[in-house]
């Protein structure tokens, strides 16, 4: 089994920053979605054990996702946020060698304008 715990989620105003952190019960193929109301749940960022990132195109030069492999933690630093950011996150970790699915418990992000 793999836990994940999430911080660091809040309310900002457009233009704003945040900081969320995932600590995991080890080291894995990390990730980070989002589910904003009435949609369906998004990949925003993925990390590699190795640290080598990947983003989805809406994210792409204001997201940056890290991870610290010594505390099992991985963040995702949000800035210049807009109103369309505004949904729960939720850290994912990608266990074993069928990448089989884990999800921390959300974390919400509100970004007003």
């Known amino acids: 089994q793999v836990q994940l715990e999430e911080s660091g989620g809040g309310l900002v105003q457009a233009g704003g920053s945040l900081r969320l952190s995932c600590v995991a019960s080890g080291s894995f193929l990390m990730a980070w979605y989002r589910q904003a109301p009435g949609k369906q749940r998004e990949l925003v960022a993925t990390?590699?054990?190795?640290?080598?990132?990947n983003y989805v195109e809406s994210v792409k030069g204001r997201f940056t996702i890290s991870r610290d492999n010594a505390k099992n933690t991985v963040y995702l630093q949000m800035n210049s946020l807009k109103p369309e950011d505004t949904a729960v996150y939720y850290c994912?970790?990608?266990?074993?060698?069928?990448?089989?699915?884990?999800w921390g418990q959300g974390t919400q992000v509100t970004v007003s304008s």
């Open positions: 994912n970790a990608k266990y074993g060698p069928t990448y089989r699915d884990f």
């Open positions: 990390i590699t054990v190795g640290g080598s990132p």
